[in-house]
C-alpha cells in the first residue's frame, strides 16, 4: 500500500530533550515536506526537500533541522524542543512540488 | 505578502444542498491550484487539481473553478451528505513549496 509513515504518532516530552521524528514513505516520491499544524495558524511548512541531499526552509524553519539521506525518509529533528514546539506535526510526500501531496498521519508531540 | 484566505467560519447545510467554499489568494502567480480535505486529527487528503488554463474540474460530487483575473477558487459540493463533513483547504505553489488556506470547515446536517 502506497503510504507516508510517520513515527512516533503522539510524543511527549521536556524541555531541551533531542527528538527526531521519522518519516518514510513508499512512492518512489522525489519531493518531501513537513509542517506543522496548530489552531487558528493553519499548515505551516518547516522544510522541504527537492531530492535526496537537497533540502531548503519552509516558513518556520527555526529550531528544526532535517536531513535527506536516502530518497524514501525525511526525518524531523528538535535538537532542543521548547514549548512553543507543541503541535501536530505531517510529513507529505509528491512526484514534484507541482503534484498532490501525500501526507502522513501526523505526530501530535507536546513538550513540557 | 503573500496570502491565501479561507473563511474561517464553518459552513452548515443541509444534506442534499451545495455547499460553496472560496479560496482568495494575493501576490501569487499560480500555475495550478490543489483542494484537500482534512478530518480532525487525519493528514490531508487530496481531491482536486486545476490549472490556470481550466476554467472547472469536476470529481464525482466535486466541482472546482479557478479564476485567475479575480484570484479565486470556488470549490462546490453538490447533493451534500453527512459523510461530506471535514475541514476543506485550498493549497497554491510558489517558490518551490506548496502553500495552505487555514481552511474552511463544512458540516452537513442530516
Known amino acids: 500500500e502506497a503510504q507516508v509513515t510517520q513515527n512516533p504518532r503522539y510524543l511527549i516530552t521536556v524541555t531541551g530533550k533531542k527528538l527526531t521524528v521519522t518519516c518514510s514513505q513508499n512512492m518512489n516520491h522525489e519531493y518531501m515536506s513537513w509542517y506543522r499544524q496548530d489552531p487558528g495558524l493553519g499548515l505551516r511548512q518547516i522544510y522541504y526537500?527537492?531530492?535526496?541531499?537537497?533540502?531548503d526552509k519552509g516558513d518556520v524553519p527555526e529550531g528544526y533541522k532535517v536531513s535527506r539521506k536516502e530518497k524514501r525518509n525525511f526525518p524531523l529533528i528538535l535538537e532542543s524542543p521548547s514549548p512553543n514546539q507543541t503541535s501536530l506535526y505531517f510529513c507529505?510526500?509528491?512526484?514534484?512540488?507541482?503534484?498532490?501531496?501525500?501526507f502522513g498521519n501526523g505526530t501530535r508531540l507536546t513538550v513540557t | 505578502s503573500q496570502k491565501i484566505e479561507q473563511n474561517s467560519e464553518a459552513l452548515n447545510i443541509q444534506e442534499g444542498k451545495t455547499a460553496t467554499l472560496t479560496c482568495n489568494y494575493t501576490n501569487y502567480s499560480p500555475a495550478y491550484l490543489q483542494w484537500y480535505r482534512q478530518d480532525p486529527g487525519r493528514g490531508p487528503v487530496f481531491l482536486l487539481l486545476i490549472r490556470e488554463n481550466e476554467k472547472e474540474k469536476r470529481k464525482e460530487r466535486l466541482k472546482v473553478t479557478f479564476d485567475t483575473t479575480l484570484k479565486q477558487s470556488l470549490f462546490h459540493i453538490t447533493a451534500s451528505q453527512p459523510a461530506d463533513s471535514a475541514t476543506y483547504l485550498c493549497?497554491?505553489?510558489?517558490?518551490?513549496?506548496?502553500?495552505f488556506g487555514k481552511g474552511n470547515q463544512v458540516v452537513v446536517i442530516p
Open positions: 493549497a497554491l505553489e510558489g517558490n518551490n513549496r506548496l502553500a
Open positions: 507529505a510526500s509528491s512526484f514534484g512540488v507541482h503534484s498532490p501531496l501525500h
Open positions: 526537500s527537492m531530492n535526496v541531499e537537497v533540502t
